[in-house]
């Protein structure tokens, strides 16, 4: 226990997790205080977010390069897969998929421009690996072009398509599942000399002992797990009630809190000027998101959840996700950053969260 | 005056200012010619743009490097911004709309591949700066997306979203031109030196005096508005007895009307092997339309417009302009070009100006 | 005759030859029965394909640089020309745009995908010329461009639009076939240097002798036209009897069978660590889709069809071909390739080819 007492003295965005047995008692003091419970379990789950990727990485740092490699590829968005499950069990399908596609366009847009804002205000010109950045973005984009055709189909196409949509939403998560194993085996067996200097692990870190890790990686997963419950209860209604349209809160504000703690390592990365660092975590990210998280979802949904879900999105989300995969490859294309990259990729994220707040409800 | 009249003498296109009168005259006499008011409009604005580009460069070159390129950035596209204006108090938005797209097309497919065409046909392989026309196009991209946006969400979206759609062209405009100014800082102060070789003025002719450089500015400026109003009366009279669609009138004719000017320069930049400045000019002055000019004009519609303008275009414009950004990017990726680049460039745009020239009218 | 032989008994593909006949007599004893027709038919193609392409070669040995390049340029996709004019003649417009959509698609994803996954399993890392394959990509990129624009402006516009279509589609026609020239007269003579390592034939072959070549050529243009007919005479009754829509049928299957030949000259070169090879023949028999065929079937529907064909696809064929050419564009653009690049490649087309084979029928 002594390190991650450590741990938790040593970095204020741990403090945050005195609110996780508040969560609790006002979950039952005040079910009905939808957003004051919302607002609760996004203070809990940040800190939680955050103990989650440490545990994951120490994990990863004790079982050696290639099972490290993989577990941190696993676990690496557990945060945003928990909360993903907890809204598929309580049925709401369109928060899942507007949190799967803002979590896209949030990791791509916000995270790497931010990244490359914060380290552009410190650093004149910087500079990362092109190869890398390019293969990864590379990936991003086939797998976004995967997750995106059959709603592209579908509005081209005025009929009655759902039980096209439930079969081949199963086939494309088969697929991209079986994709994101054949890609783990060339970036950690056949080709890892190219991913190298973009590992996942913030070096300024210890890694905790095995045991202690493991419990919190179990331990943290359970309170995550029912922090979630409460959000995923309360968003709606506190959407309502603060005014937002629940797009944005499915898009903008469930793809932050989920990314929390991914965006403090990016970010510290960038100030570091280890941009390497910054743009592996925020396109792996993406990647997983896509190939991975999103696929599962599809199929646990047949297990967990009320119905099937399918992949078939929003058009105005398709249209974005796309946009924001598209700017990364481009972005990431020269291998160079300044302030201003960083700028218009936060640009482009606004004109995204500004859209989506203002747009009426009932659009999704 | 002396140095004016020098440059009139010297440039044949401004032998074409003998027509500024006759529009005068001509409005007068036979305000129902629609035909030859336009045509004559035409002949009298092209003259004149030309001679706001030399009084802005000049202005330019007299107040040093900052201020300079600031003004240049400000004033390039002041004819398209005029004629907007004319354009936007007649409440034709429409044709605001389409010259605004009708810009960004003509300047990065017909400027862009009718410089490499002239570049290439007298050097066989022609070079320019790779980062800063990359860096260029990028901001471009980014630009477009962030204008095209509202379109894309609205055409998914079958309810009546007038409101919405108002309230975000407002919060757009505000972003676009916040966006604008810090690119600004960025390329004429933090990171210049990446935009060096890419300056707007034309470096083979000699400055103006302030005094005159000044003068010239604001009265060719009111000539200019006082003809883009009977161009305005006159060009949907014209379109409807020349068997013109409105959309070819507004994407196409205004655009290269109103970029005669800066064309000029490009294609002589492109003959004597300064590709760069023909690259700047044309992504430059395409970026300068989208972040500067289309905001601009929403704002203005609520001081001047008979009612609020919003950002929604026509989504063949939006596919149009989106093919055409992308283009751009890619085309400039590699920093080199040769004839048949420009070709296949003017080959798009004669695709859009050919399909908008047969679509039947009320297609807007 | 010799060398004929030769090569039969040398190339296991050309066994296939047997079928020839068996299509013939088939078709007259059992004129009804689709699946075994189209099946043969599908058989007896290959390798009719694969003496075609090698004929063209030994013409384009024979006739010296600039007349061979053009003669392989435009004899290199003779047996999809073929297949589409008997489809065409046929009145099946949906089947010879559906089977032009494919072409672009197959040659892009599958060819150049598996191209790099089988010289990825044999190579570590495989470069290629990376300045060709750009130039291609970006040809390619624009001729699709122009291909797909009136789809979507119509897709933008609910009017009946059938008038303007025929003249649209004519007009691009013409342009794009111009074009075609152009890029042979830019490809073959002006800057013939950067097309050098892209030649289109197979060194390891020796070329026949003109004359055998010639009769080759004509004898088996003839009987590729015969047995397209039983083909397109059956293909649709035989997707019925086998559970495949139409789109499918066409987009994939009749894309895969026209190209057969060229895939295996692409694969072997592939295997063969030749990269440049088989991207420069995955990539210029797509641009020669598009920049030639297409446009030649649309005048040709002139003269042959029941009625004009136009160039409006399907809206998820213009999906389809979009990405897939964009895709390339950014896949070629690093110049290096891996087995997992072409497994991706090879995903989105598994994508596309799911998604047809589960649409629903009536869907084109």
Do not use: C
């Amino acid at each position: 226990m002594k390190p991650l007492l450590a741990e938790i003295r040593h970095n204020p965005m741990l403090w945050l997790l005195a609110f996780v047995p508040v969560v609790f008692v006002a979950s039952r003091l005040a079910p009905e205080a939808d957003t004051l419970l919302f607002a609760l379990s996004v203070l809990a789950i940040v800190p939680l977010a955050a103990l989650l990727s440490h545990a994951t990485e120490s994990v990863a740092a004790k079982t050696g390069d290639a099972a490290g490699g993989l577990l941190n590829a696993t676990l690496g968005n557990l945060t945003e897969l928990v909360i993903a499950i907890a809204a598929l069990r309580a049925g709401q399908y369109t928060l899942v998929k507007a949190s799967i596609a803002g979590a896209i366009v949030a990791n791509t847009l916000f995270m790497l421009g931010a990244s490359f804002l914060l380290g552009g205000l410190k650093h004149h010109v910087q500079e990362y690996n092109r190869a890398g950045a390019r293969l990864q973005a590379g990936l991003l984009f086939l797998a976004t072009v995967a997750l995106l055709v059959p709603s592209a189909v579908a509005v081209s196409d005025s009929r009655d398509l759902t039980a096209f949509m439930h079969q081949l939403s199963v086939g494309l998560a088969v697929l991209l599942i079986a994709a994101y194993g054949l890609g783990l085996l060339f970036s950690l067996k056949t080709h890892r000399e190219f991913f190298a200097s973009a590992e996942h692990g913030d070096a300024g870190e210890a890694p905790w002992p095995l045991g202690l890790a493991l419990a919190t990686l179990a331990g943290v997963t359970v309170l995550v797990a029912l922090i979630s419950e409460v959000f995923v209860e309360s968003v709606q209604g506190a959407a309502l009630e603060l005014g937002m349209s629940p797009a944005f809160v499915g898009f903008i504000v469930v793809a932050l809190v989920g990314g929390a703690a991914e965006m403090a390592s990016a970010f510290s990365g960038a100030r570091k000027n280890r941009l390497d660092l910054s743009v592996g975590i925020a396109l792996g990210s993406a990647s997983q998101i896509a190939l991975f998280v999103a696929p599962v979802l599809v199929l646990l949904s047949y297990v967990i959840g009320p119905a099937p879900m399918d992949l078939l999105f929003w058009p105005g989300a398709v249209v974005m996700v796309f946009i924001a995969t598209m700017t990364a490859a481009l972005v990431t294309n020269s291998g160079r950053s300044a302030w201003f990259v960083g700028t218009l990729l936060l640009m482009v994220f606004t004109v995204f969260a500004m859209t989506l707040y203002l747009l009426p409800p009932r659009a999704q």
